[in-house]
């Protein structure tokens, strides 16, 4: 298997503390991938009828600091004028799970989404009415869909908001990158988030700013609650595990997600 669950130290963020666990215990090796992403190749030989990876992390988020109110018309002139710069041409053009196609055209000319006059506040609202036209909806999409079920649904879940956001945005010309996370969201007795999963949302290339991380799944901007683990051009370069199995039998996937603040770090 391929795991992607290291968080990155890069934007602000560091990386205090990490360690990889399972059960049975496996071959772990390490390698960077062309994004900059840490990757465990895992290996485990042995017969068995279930496998549990543990990954702990600790980690000092990036302290958020907040935008300027816009960014003015002359923006989306540097922003036309690189667009095909080398260093970021993967997050400028299309990938596999964000792409143009005549549902998003539909789509977006159906809500009134288009590129206007500040590429800062046109990416806000386009984040806004994401949040706005669909519905939040577990199970009803799979991780290989493509954005159409969403567009054609309205509904899906944080990977659906955040590839359509991706495919908008590349379609203006703004380089964005799919993030793959983890979001603490308080309100449990001892101070503890509990989730059924990791997180997702998108960062955007602006002139001046850098990378922007939007959340559309909850109409917000990422802050000191998103733990960033992995970014790449959308969900397929940063899955969280992937591999193949020998054997017969079915498979189910559990997964659990516990954080909690720290102090002094």
């Known amino acids: 298997m391929l795991l992607c669950l290291k968080p990155i ?5 560091r990386l205090v503390h990490f360690n990889i666990e399972t059960q049975p215990p496996g071959s772990l090796s390490v390698e960077t991938d062309p994004f900059g992403n840490t990757r465990h190749v895992l290996s485990v030989h042995p017969e068995h009828e279930s496998l549990e990876i543990v990954a702990q992390s600790t980690v000092s988020p990036a302290p958020f600091k907040p ?5 003015g018309a002359e923006a989306w ?7 095909d710069a080398f260093p970021h041409w993967d997050y400028a053009h299309p ?18 989404i288009a590129r206007g006059n500040d590429p800062l506040h046109d990416l806000i609202l386009l984040s806004d009415t994401l949040h706005s036209v669909f519905q939040y909806t577990p199970g009803s999409t799979t991780a290989a869909s493509p954005i159409e079920e969403i567009l054609s649904s309205g509904r899906g879940v944080c990977q659906d908001y955040a590839h359509v956001m991706i495919a908008v945005a590349r379609s203006w010309g703004v380089p964005a ?8 969201v308080s309100g449990s007795p001892d101070g503890r988030a509990w989730s059924n999963a990791t997180h997702a949302w998108v960062e955007c ?3 001046e700013l850098g990378w922007v ?8 901007l990422a802050d000191e609650r998103h733990v960033r683990i992995a970014t790449g051009r959308d969900y397929l370069d940063i899955s969280p595990t992937r591999g193949v199995r020998q054997g017969g039998g079915e498979t189910r996937l559990e997964v659990d997600v516990r954080m909690r603040p720290l102090a002094n770090l």
Do not use: C, H
């Open 95 to 112: 990938s596999e799970m964000a792409t143009p196609s005549p549902a998003l055209t539909e789509f977006t000319w159906k809500n009134g």
């Open 177 to 184: 990158r799919y993030v793959s996370g983890y979001l603490y």
């Open 77 to 83: 002139n540097e922003i036309d004028a690189s667009r």
């Open 67 to 71: 935008l300027p109110a816009g960014l």
């Open 205 to 207: 290339l602006l002139p």
């Open 213 to 220: 991380g939007f959340d559309p799944t909850n109409r917000s």
């Open 9 to 13: 130290s890069n934007g602000g963020q």
